[in-house]
């Protein structure tokens, strides 16, 4: 009885704070996307393929999310567009209230589009509000075709799921229409891109279809 | 503080079925492996690489842990060994509850070797005790070579790693040896295996070695 208790505390603190997170981003105008996947499965090098297109047009920040080191915000300080690392120490989630911090030290008013990078982990990422508008998942081919029914919360309720490493997919025996058929499954309005940020497939389609989501506002995205 | 009172039992809870099944296994002379590793990093590749050399010479049974699917438990039965799944519903690690259910519906007397594999994710499952001797855990080359870094939890108190699909490599980038410098600080005496399940490289000695450990008994394992 204690711990459901506590765990529901747990959960309605953390959806406070996330409320609080989206009303901030309303306010200022900020698109904000929470971008969710597995260790190693290529976010990313997915950012570093796509904000140098995106940051073209519109103004884009970064939440590097991770239980250890600075890493991924020093990949991405590299791109010239504000980041800011989060660290859980030892975590296997962000909270709203860690992100609350975040965008603490970021000018949002100077912004238009915030991403956080959740940290690599397909599972309890996807229990915790961050305050964002979209959800975007990571799978990469070299993880199998087989996963999205295996970790179904990856792919419930996310606005698009990015297929990433398909310069790989000859070596890894990948069934890509498996897969879509999985996510489809569980997700029939998803967005779906096959990427590569080492070639640049899909790249582009992914940056724009940002862009358009950025673009038409918050709040009534469907599949593309 | 209602939270951490009861995490701390939640923990407990753990540990006394942990310190149950352990003494279970030394009752009846299994020795007992929790694998560990991210989705998709090649856990059940490689116990389909290895159960066969070594279920000739000792006798060998799996607990499949998922969240979802029985997937993993039915490529390991076609390897015509014990098998029993174990659904997480979600859940993000297994406990040691969970697979106290697991053990009392297979023969554990038949058994030298009791593998557990976890949960696909690089953080929960390094938390919980599952009453195992021994914690084997799984880096695929395509996640990349910064990654024992980042997911310290993974790394630190295990007896082995396995570097997994190194038939990859060529084609990922990966530094094998600045992996195996970011596991030699994090943990200086795991053992250390180069493996691919594709082609076979490193799973005789991947197998050799945990037939060893198994032979010399338990809780006195060190590098090899």
């Known amino acids: 009885m204690m711990k459901i208790e506590t765990l529901r505390n747990v959960f309605e603190k ?50 590097e999310g991770d239980l250890a080191t600075t890493r991924d915000a020093e990949r991405i ?10 660290l859980t120490d030892g975590g296997c989630h962000l909270n709203a209230t860690l992100v609350q911090h975040g965008i603490a030290s970021l000018a949002l008013t100077d912004l238009d589009l915030l991403v956080i990078e959740n940290v690599g982990n397909p599972i309890c990422p996807a229990n915790f509000d961050l305050g964002e508008h979209l959800r975007i998942s990571v799978l ?22 990015l297929i990433t490493k ?14 879509k058929g999985e996510i489809r499954t569980l997700n029939p309005t998803a967005a779906i891109f096959e990427t590569s940020a080492k070639t640049g497939v899909g790249v582009h389609e992914t940056a724009a279809w940002i862009q358009s989501v950025v673009r038409r506002g918050r709040g009534a995205v469907t599949g593309a």
Chains 1, 2 share one sequence.
């Open 166 to 179: 398909c310069d790989l997919a000859p070596y890894v025996n990948f069934d890509i229409e498996r897969a």
């Open 77 to 86: 300080a590299a791109l010239d567009v504000p980041v800011v690392q989060l």
């Open 140 to 161: 990469s081919v070299t993880e199998g075709d087989d996963k999205p029914q295996k970790y179904p919360l990856l792919f419930k309720n996310v606005d698009a799921v």
């Open 14 to 63: 953390n959806d406070q704070a996330a409320d609080q997170n989206r009303a901030e981003f309303n306010r200022l105008d900020v698109t904000c996307v929470n971008l969710l996947g597995g260790a190693g499965a290529g976010k990313t090098a997915t950012l570093e393929a796509i904000v140098p297109q995106l940051s073209k047009r519109i103004r884009v920040g970064v939440l």
